[in-house]
């Protein structure tokens, strides 16, 4: 896929900008100043604040909407306002970036970022998976012409067939190495750089523009959340509140990625990702609240082998179930009541093929503003960590 522009984002970038400083207002507001605040630790009041107030807004989603599309895209949305916060404190504290040990924090930073395209680039590939049921999902519907008065022979031995069809796309997504899964749908460049044609097959790096067989989404997590631990005060105290900036940042980044996972089918995918969340934050409960939500929904017996914990796939899973089991049971000639329940149940499937239908292309826009906003604040973070070795 060619590089993200700005068209590919959720909403226009001044709009987006807009609302970033309009948020970063009220957060400047509530932050308790007095005489001996600085500027650095009202930046950084504000940051914290931010990241608190966005997630305890996705953590008290409604049973309906959580882990739906809608909520994946506001999870990304909110990944994209702290990283934007992120970026602009970074802007304005160049000078103490570029001392040690904060421009080892910042470059950790960067390294993990590396590996989060990667990930951003297997979820746009599970969007793809995804895309891939709801086109088979529009042709069991149309097997199932509503219109029609009665269901027939060869209507039921058509619908049959497709579900089946549709059933076996969905089982093989669950293995890796898929054909799908080595097309390259990334978000980088499409041209082979010498380091990529260099590296040795089924190496577990994709550089971001493919996912290699290989490829692993939970050993890429558990690589991300490898050594992340919270500052002491002591360090705290020597970066001037820098290594809480960041730790932060990290931490938003490890879980937007681990539920992004969680959510969509990606390649070797798993939510047993070894990482605590610390309870000394302003945000660390309504991060408890969300892994809890989380982990109880992936518990649940009927989600355990599931693609992935979306809420369309289990719509999706459930209503295919439903319908194979009413079709497979039935007997010519057809009961009006079966007859009913049939026809209802392609009206349920027709109903999350729409939702598929207009929620995938806004949301693969959503990945693509992250993958661009993660690489612009690297490139910019790079730039300045590199003139500190400037003569």
Partial sequence: MPSSDSRGSSMPFASFRRSIMSIRSEQVHSVELNHDSTVQE???????????????????????????????????????????????????????????????????????TIKA???????????????????????????????????????????????????????????????????????????????????????????????????????????????????????????????????????VLLFVLWALVAAVPCQDRSLQIHFSIPRQFSWSNALWLLHGRIMDEAKKPERRNSNGLLKEIYKLEKCVHHLTDLIDSAQLPLTKDLMEEIKKGGEDLSAVSEVLKTGLTPLERNLKEVFRKIMSCRAEGLELLGSANQP
Avoid at 81 to 106: A, G, H, M, T, Y
């Fill in 117 to 251: 395209l990667d990930i951003c680039n297997a979820a746009r590939d599970g969007t793809g998976k995804i895309r891939l049921w709801q086109k088979h999902l529009e042709i069991v519907v149309s097997s199932l012409d509503s219109r029609q008065k009665t269901i027939g022979d060869g209507q039921l031995r058509r619908t049959r067939k497709s579900l089946m069809d549709l059933a076996l796309v969905m089982l093989e997504e669950k293995e890796t190495g898929t054909v799908l899964s080595q097309r390259n749908r990334s978000f980088g460049r499409h041209n082979k750089t010498k380091d990529h044609q260099r590296r040795p097959s089924g190496h577990s790096r994709s550089l971001s523009w493919s996912v290699s067989q290989s490829w692993s989404a939970s050993k890429q997590l558990q690589s991300i959340a490898s050594h992340l631990v919270p500052p002491r005060g002591h360090e705290i105290a020597a970066t001037n509140g820098i290594a809480n900036l960041v730790f932060t940042m990290n931490f």
């Fill in 42 to 112: 009202i930046e950084q009041g504000v940051f914290q604040n931010l990241v608190a107030t966005r997630f305890q807004e996705l953590s008290v989603a409604s049973g309906d909407e959580f882990l739906s599309i809608a909520w994946i895209r506001k999870l990304l949305d909110v990944f994209n306002s702290c990283q934007e916060e992120f970026r602009i404190v970074l802007s304005n504290n160049k000078e103490l970036l570029l001392k040690s040990p904060q421009d080892k924090l910042l470059a950790d930073y960067f390294d993990r």
